[in-house]
């Protein structure tokens, strides 16, 4: 039997896809940290339903269109595996193409399933504590399938015009390289929140009334699931336990680390305390940052990544809230601006020590064009996503309409969207029903609104 399953492979591809989807639940918490205790349901239930919208479309026909044959100048993959005809266990596809490490063509079509569902999760942050539910799974499917699935198409497949992975091991001219996802994820997720500020407007309240995290303890907690699961998310992409992958692990644990220290330390010099919050937004800051490295670069570059992100994504956030742009968990500053510095480092710092790939090297080895392929991938890949997302919104807004009204709001998507309550000891002033509960009528609402005012 040619290329059969390497069983140590297919495990370590099995536990790294896991630790990936372990990162989506973990955003939520994340985010939900950062809120205010009326919207903690709402926003981490807005990642958590993510995987349940993503998980249909990519099994029916998203895998498909990124990972099947090129339909046309490496834009978008044909359907000839639609429900996942022809996707078994058998060894092959596009990772027997790529890696040849003996592992089931449905197991990577699983891996990357988990990347297609946290990229939109990320954008959740841009707009969280204002959005209606309904009109958000709309945006969701169709911005996995208009954005992520095309973008996914050119990164990751070895036919998609910015992939790194040419079918025979040559130079195809241009080669993005993107281990990791630092373009196909977080620069297309940072771009897309643009585009979702612009088109939600600020939160009600916005820099008049505090709107500071409700859960510190969380938002770390979230970190650190986030950095655990990261383990999988880029040494799961080499598509095997090899020497890359060891790599890719090692990288990601230190770039995390010194980013996070570096945030640290810039708030404590600019903000005049060490803030916790800083350190655990600084660490996923390294770990956005080194994703499309990872696989690519030596430690030392890594850590020098990481240092780098750490203080380009604090000096980006407190540029954003001295502006007044209400990204209200700073997808933009953490994800948007640290994928950039990634990419951009990548066509620095790639050393083709690391993968073996002889075209896989950078400005310090000499060679100048993977550096402007990245810049080619992130205006590429930002123009996209910027404007397929607003015209996606605003297409929504004028429809169906994405944002809650301003007593929803005042009173918190949690128990207007969702008939729930984080915390007993929240007083919306909303009485709600023990058992299967439903959201309470609007006259309750605004009954609850008036009277919380006249008190």
């Not at 350190?279 to 030596?298: D, F, I, K, N």
């Not at 407190?318 to 997808?331: E, I, Q, T």
């Not at 607003?390 to 009173?411: A, N, P, Q, Y």
């Amino acid at each position: 039997m040619e290329n059969p399953l390497d069983s140590g492979n297919v495990a370590w591809m099995l536990a790294a896809s896991a630790l990936v989807l372990f990162m989506t639940p973990g955003l939520g918490f994340f985010y939900g940290g950062l809120t205010r205790n009326k919207n903690v349901l709402a926003t981490i239930m807005q990642s958590f339903i993510t995987t349940g919208v993503v998980a249909v479309l990519w099994v029916t026909v998203g895998y498909s269109l990124a990972f099947g044959p090129d339909a046309g100048m490496g834009l978008i993959g044909n359907l000839d595996w639609i429900g996942l005809k022809d996707v078994g266990a058998e060894p092959g596809g596009p990772n027997g193409a790529i890696y040849g490490f003996g592992i089931p063509h449905l197991l990577f079509m699983a891996f990357q399933l988990m990347f297609a569902i946290i990229t939109p999760a990320l954008i959740t942050g841009a707009f969280a504590e204002r959005a209606k539910f309904g009109p958000f799974l709309i945006f969701m499917a169709l911005w996995s399938l208009l954005v992520y699935v095309p973008v996914a198409h050119w990164v990751f497949a070895y036919d998609g015009w910015l992939s790194a992975f040419a079918a025979d091991g040559t130079d195809k001219g241009i080669n993005a390289l993107d281990f990791a996802g630092g373009l196909a994820i977080h620069v297309n997720a940072g771009f897309a929140a643009i585009a979702a500020v612009l088109v939600f407007g600020k939160r009600r309240g916005y820099g008049s009334q505090a709107m500071e995290p409700h859960n510190i303890t969380m938002v770390v907690l979230g970190a650190a699931i986030l950095w655990f699961g990261w383990f999988g998310f880029n040494a799961g992409s080499a598509g095997g336990a090899s020497s890359q992958a060891v790599y890719a692990f090692v990288n990601t644990a230190v770039a995390a680390s010194v980013a996070g220290l570096a945030w640290t330390l810039a708030s404590w010099q600019f903000g005049g305390k060490p803030s916790v919050v800083g350190a655990a937004a600084g660490a996923v800051a390294g770990l956005v940052a080194v994703t499309p490295a990872s696989g690519y670069v030596m430690p030392m570059e890594a850590m020098a990544i990481g240092l780098v992100a750490g203080v380009l994504c604090y000096g980006a956030v407190r540029l954003r809230a001295k502006v007044g742009f209400d990204d209200s968990l700073d997808v933009v500053g953490v994800h948007g601006v640290g994928g950039i510095w990634g990419a951009v480092a990548t066509g620095i710092f790639a050393n083709n020590a690391v993968s073996g790939i002889p075209y896989a090297e950078g400005l310090m080895q000499g060679e100048w064009r993977r550096f402007t392929d990245a810049l080619v991938g992130v205006g590429a890949i930002g123009a996209y996503s910027f404007i397929m997302t607003f015209v996606m919104l605003k297409v929504l807004d004028l429809t169906v309409g994405i944002r809650v009204s301003e007593d929803e709001e005042e009173l918190g998507l949690d128990v207007t969207q969702h008939g729930e309550r984080a915390y007993t000891s929240d007083e919306s002033g909303v009485a709600l029903t023990p058992g299967p509960i439903l959201p309470a009528p609007p006259a309750v609402y605004s009954a609850a609104l008036e009277a919380r005012k006249a008190t």
